[in-house]
């Protein structure tokens, strides 16, 4: 691993699987819920069952374009503002140029509750079905109020190689729209196997080269872009049953909490918690920079610390996105394998970089 100022350890990147969680998930009986191997599999069901035209909002991964296309679902888009809010406006807009029967919303970093306008498509298009997308918001899935259909991602937030569920209003499941799996059932595509191996190599990072996880995880992730359209594998539809979900849930809030306070003092723009909302458990905070060139300089400066901060995400190849959040967000970690001192160690490099070069005021 790489060497930094600040030791070893790094924050950030894929999570780890160490022997004792291995261990723990083998010995454990596999759930017998259906789980679909990831987001895009579960907006796909969801597409195919609706069958019909999507709005998209204008700041989306590039995976969620390509699950609409392999459904052969038409697609627009709609606005969402600097705060990751949709412009509800601009959904009534692109129904008078193109009408759809479905809306995809997306729950934005676990910090942003779509109510308002979940509330304004109810009144002015409610025959139109409303896709809610909880990848980013593992917590807020099951205390959804109201939606047509939703669905999470449990790889994005927990040491396993995919998983994700599905709801629809009137039922508890979507099922045999795709291939899902059952107990003792194992994966058709294999890109968990290349991911699960990744994530066990990473626990010995001091004496692995990170070349040889990073490239195990990189090949799960190409085998998954070119399939995803397959069973879950065993392992996770075990490790559902012991998943602390309370203790992650626990040490995110903590540490969002830390990161807003900090971020907040040092006058940087950031999302915060909807309608304070403390109970809201964040995937990432989302920092707002000014500018690409800011976002690129701190995130090269937090990785030469040690520090590993994703952008959500890079900007979907297509003429009709145009949203300016794709060269400014920058997404610190705050996930329940750190604690204080993590989460202080990252914001003293983040008041570092911007100290150094003078431009909090750029922000």
């Not at 809610?132 to 994005?156: E, M």
Request: proline share 4%; hydrophobic share 35%.
């Amino acid at each position: 691993m790489m060497k930094t100022e600040f030791g070893n350890k790094p924050i950030g990147g894929e999570f780890a699987i160490d022997k004792k969680w291995y261990d723990l998930v083998q010995g454990t009986k596999a759930s017998d819920i259906s789980l679909f191997s990831c987001g895009r599999s579960a907006l796909y069901a969801a597409l195919k069952d609706i069958n019909g035209t999507v709005i998209l909002p204008d700041y989306l991964c590039e995976s969620i374009i390509d699950a609409v296309k392999k459904a052969g679902a038409g697609y627009i888009f709609y606005h969402v503002d600097a705060s990751m809010k949709p412009v509800n406006e601009s959904i009534l807009e692109a129904y008078d140029r193109c009408p759809f029967n479905a809306v995809l919303l997306i729950n934005y970093f676990g910090l942003r509750d779509n109510g308002d306008t979940i509330a304004f498509i109810r009144e002015k298009l409610p025959e139109i079905k409303i896709i809610t997308d909880c990848v980013q918001d593992q917590y807020g899935y099951a205390g959804l109020k109201d939606y047509d259909y939703a669905f999470n991602s449990l790889r994005k937030w927990f040491p396993v190689p995919d998983g994700a569920y599905l709801k629809k209003k009137e039922d508890s499941k979507i099922r045999c729209l795709m291939p899902v799996s059952g107990p003792g059932q194992v994966s058709d595509s294999g890109f968990q196997a290349y991911k699960l191996a990744g994530n066990l190599l990473k626990q010995y990072g001091a004496a692995v080269s990170e070349d040889i996880f990073l490239d195990l995880i990189e090949k799960g992730e190409e085998m998954l872009d070119e399939d995803f359209l397959c069973k879950t594998s065993l392992f996770s539809t075990k490790a559902v049953n012991v998943i602390d979900y309370e203790g992650a849930a626990a040490a995110r809030r903590k540490n969002g909490a830390f990161l807003d306070e900090k971020l907040t003092a040092m006058g940087l723009e950031h999302i915060r918690y909807d309608n304070g909302n403390d109970r809201a458990v964040p995937f990432f905070i989302p920092l707002i920079c000014k500018d690409r060139d800011t976002r690129d300089g701190l995130r090269m400066h937090l990785r030469s610390k040690g520090i590993f901060a994703p952008v959500h995400w890079p900007a979907p190849d297509d003429p009709d996105i145009k949203n300016d959040l794709y060269d400014r967000e920058l997404s610190l970690t705050c996930d329940q394998r750190y604690g204080p001192e993590d989460m202080e160690r990252l914001t003293e490099a983040i008041s570092d970089y911007f100290g150094q070069y003078d431009r909090v005021n750029q922000m």
